[in-house]
């Protein structure tokens, strides 16, 4: 896990805002109707200083569980994008149980509306930008189901890095074929919209279903369904940064 800064102090309003993903006039009201503790003492100001790392809050008899940031492993199912808002559609954050929500949630990269699988929230912003960096060498694998068999060539033409349509030049990339042949696993360390439709199209095929099934050596869990989601664990980031 990312290392952890140390947080100082904090006004008890804006912790209890950020912890319990509620708003500042929300945390204020538990503040009022008495319902907050800070090491077993009722709190009486809104801006009282906090040591998160150190003072126990509790909220409505509930300890409030500091973490300065959140890490989410989601098995995003199809009809649902990658946004933290949307105007027509559901958003993965809206997948999240009311346990691991906090403001500032994103997802740590995108998947067209009807992919499924990984995708990792986060309100960390640095490490996001450092597993979608194409520097930092992250991979994704996705299966993806093709709408013809996948030819013999396409692994070469795959390693060689595609150019795909609008001429731009993919990095190398793993195309693994299996006992099928249109199903195959692509891993990618770079994201372009659309990379592996416009990929499997570029070797004049198409892609008739996409999941993301690992970030780095991370594999999606087996036992999250569709829609279901956990918080990675600690000895988990290793695998993040792992390399073949
Ligand atoms: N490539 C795609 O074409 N779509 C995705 O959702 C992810 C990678």
Known sequence: ???KKNAGNVRLDRFLSNQLAISRNDAKELIKKRLVTV???????FDMKISPETDIV??????VVYREHIYIMLNKPAGVVCATKDRLSDTVLELIPPELRRSGLFPAGRLDKDTTGFVLITDDGGFAHDILSPKKHVEKRYFAVLEKPAQAGDVKAFADGLVIDGGEKCLPAKLELTENPREVFIT???GMFHQVK????????????????SIGKLNLDENLAEGQCREIMHKEFEKIYAKT
């Open 1 to 3: 896990m990312p290392e």
């Open 39 to 45: 090491n077993g003492e009722t709190a009486k100001l």
């Open 58 to 63: 509790a909220s409505e008899g509930n300890n």
């Open 188 to 190: 990618l360390h770079e």
């Open 198 to 213: 416009r990929m499997a199209e570029a070797v004049g095929n198409k892609v008739v279903s996409l999941k993301r099934v």
